[in-house]
């Protein structure tokens, strides 16, 4: 019944559903893991990089994570042609915001900007939808620290702590009893690489396969958003591993008592 009703991203099928928007959500599970975790101090960002090939020479900027103002920056998951697009209308519109009213565009509206781009493209024949979900952080005098996330769909939603792309399920089940709302960067540093290392499908990670960074507000009212280098991505590896290894020998010393 579906295949009737799976060409078109306009046609609903009996069952109330749009085949070709659903399609496009489930590529995204298939895509890099992406998480982000929200604090007062700030956000943590982290992202899979995915190398295809050895041949391949390295990347000279992120292909997962992007800026899209001073005050906003972004994570991607999925096609990265088709997010190059929507960051370019997301940048767009916070730069006319900034021309017409000469502040930053608040970090929900600029979000919506989009939504409402990839929302266009489920309804009108002979489009497809955008192979692409984004999480982006932000900060503006509203709300202060903000995350949301959204999907192929146009939908979009405020998040404390989310994981996206492969694995996004295992991903949350470990945010549902570790995250800490309000926790320090550094303590949401090393969950994110937990939520990493559990959901990767490498035995060995390593910072090629490891993107982190911070968005974070200065005492000069600045918003800086920071890289980690490789050797720091290393050492919360490292570190990480060194727990979960501790909590299996403890867990296997426990049911060895029973």
């Not at 900060?139 to 979009?156: C, I, K, R």
């Not at 991903?171 to 960067?185: A, C, P, R, W």
């Not at 280098?229 to 008592?257: C, M, N, W």
Request: aromatic share 8%; with cysteine.
């Amino acid at each position: 019944m579906s295949r009737r009703y799976d060409q078109s991203t306009t046609t609903f099928s009996p069952e109330g559903r749009l085949h070709q928007v659903e399609y496009a959500i489930e590529a995204i599970n298939n895509a890099g893991t992406c998480v982000g975790l929200q604090s007062s101090e700030g956000i943590v960002l982290a992202a899979e990089k995915r190398t295809v090939s050895k041949l391949l020479a390295p990347s000279k900027t992120s292909e997962k994570t992007y800026t899209v103002d001073d005050h906003i920056s972004c994570l991607v998951a999925g096609l990265t042609a088709d997010a190059n697009i929507l960051i370019h209308q997301a940048r767009l519109a916070s730069q006319r915001y900034m021309y017409n009213y000469q502040e930053i565009m608040p970090v929900e509206q600029a979000v919506k900007s989009v939504c409402n781009y990839k929302q266009a493209y489920t309804q009108f024949g002979g489009l497809r939808p955008f192979g692409v979900a984004f999480v982006f952080a932000g900060w503006d005098e509203h709300y202060g620290f903000q995350l949301y996330q959204s999907d192929p769909s146009g939908n979009y939603s405020g998040w404390k702590a989310t994981v996206i792309g492969q694995n996004n399920q295992a991903g949350k089940s470990i945010l549902k009893t570790d995250y800490v709302e309000n926790s320090s960067i550094d303590i949401n540093l090393k969950l994110s690489v937990k939520v990493l290392l559990k959901t990767l499908d490498s035995a060995s990670p390593s910072p090629d396969r490891i993107e982190l960074s911070v968005l974070r507000r200065g005492e000069d009212g600045k918003i800086t958003h920071t890289m980690l280098s490789d050797p720091e991505v290393q050492f919360l590896i490292d570190e990480i591993q060194r727990e979960i290894e501790l909590e299996r020998k403890q867990t296997e010393a426990a049911s060895g008592d029973m």
